[in-house]
DNA sequence: TTCTTCTTGTAGCGAGTGCTACATTGCCGA
DNA sequence: TCGGCAATGTAGCACTCGCTACAAGAAGAA
């Protein structure tokens, strides 16, 4: 079970589709199946159980998204953290990030409500994004460390602010961390 | 059904302990019944049926947030908008606040998901939210909306940060709000 | 071939979901 | 005292949930 084979490949790749659209916790064994075109049962012998399909998924969608905002967005340092920010962003605000900010909204509550496998799956991406983060700050940055944990928190609130309708907010915040003398 | 008895009232107190421990979009009716020492056909009888009941909740949490919020921190102008900031933060993470923190994940959860009832209902909570801050901002503020929103949305960050289990990054955030020569 | 092992389908269990039909209580006004 | 209505209990419906028992095909090893 440890290796994935490419039927699994495509069956964790038709799933992530549907979560994607649907959002994480309300998903359901028979409806992900359905949309993998294979049966609850299936998903039952190869994953184990709900939290091995749940968890399987969670990794398939991490890595989609770390691959396409690497794509988006190469490791080479940004002339300022603003500029850096805006970038995150926007790539955030396209419509092929907006599933997976659905999704991650979707794990914060479930963190927020002590599950521990969504919690720890959370911190471990909130980790990976700092270290994402990180190498692209601009290169005279005196406090890289504080820096990409102060960006990201500007990005989690505009993910909030974002999803109740209130962008614009956001905005003022993106337009603030840029324009502060402390760079 | 406009008037709300001392009997609702009740009913609503208990049910709101319920989702404040257990969070929101996993309450369903029989549980919520129980907790409230009613039945899930009283719940349907009196507010129409399950969403007139996460309706009159929502509101019933709204308010009891509102004056717990006002009762911590009076409103009087506070010497720098880092102050506020801390502040509010202080208030979020402390124990009476934790319950409406995941109650508010779970409403921003459901927004992205695109259920215009907790959208709506988030967005209204964030307007109000601005006024609130925008009354306390020291009395220099040069542009008080945008500083409001600008502190509101590194206080989302925070919310999502402490979830996840890095309340250290937020903690970042906050120190840098703070420190700048913005205000 | 026969035997074993992997894979898959069918059917269903027990619990929980929102909600409803129906009957019964209790109380208040006429 | 009686009629009417609000309030409440009991039962149940049709459905979904995660999961399992059982059997049967498929495929390869002996």
Redesign the pocket.
């Known amino acids: 079970m440890n290796e994935i ?1 490419a ?1 699994q490949e495509k069956v964790l790749a038709a799933m992530a589709a549907h979560v994607l659209e649907h959002g994480l916790t ?7 199946a359905k949309a993998a075109s ?9 994953f ?6 749940i968890g399987a998924l969670l990794g398939y969608l991490a890595a989609g998204f770390v691959s396409g905002l690497d794509m988006a967005i190469p490791a080479e340092r940004f002339a300022t953290k603003g500029a850096l920010l805006a970038a995150v962003v926007a790539v955030m605000r396209s419509p092929m990030a907006a599933g997976y900010a659905r999704v991650w909204l979707d794990i914060v509550a479930a963190s927020a409500r002590r599950e521990i496998a969504y919690a720890q799956t959370g911190g471990a991406i909130i980790e990976g994004f700092v270290a994402w983060v990180t190498v692209r700050l601009p290169d005279g940055e005196q406090n890289p460390d504080r820096a990409a944990r102060t960006l990201l928190t500007v990005l989690e609130g505009t993910l909030v602010m974002d999803a109740v309708g209130h962008g614009d907010a956001a905005d003022a915040a993106i337009a603030w961390f840029s324009g502060d003398g402390g760079q």
Chains 1, 2 share one sequence.
């Open positions: 084979s039927k309300t998903a359901s064994l028979r409806p992900l294979t049966s609850d049962r299936m998903l039952i012998y190869h184990g159980d709900k939290d091995g399909v």
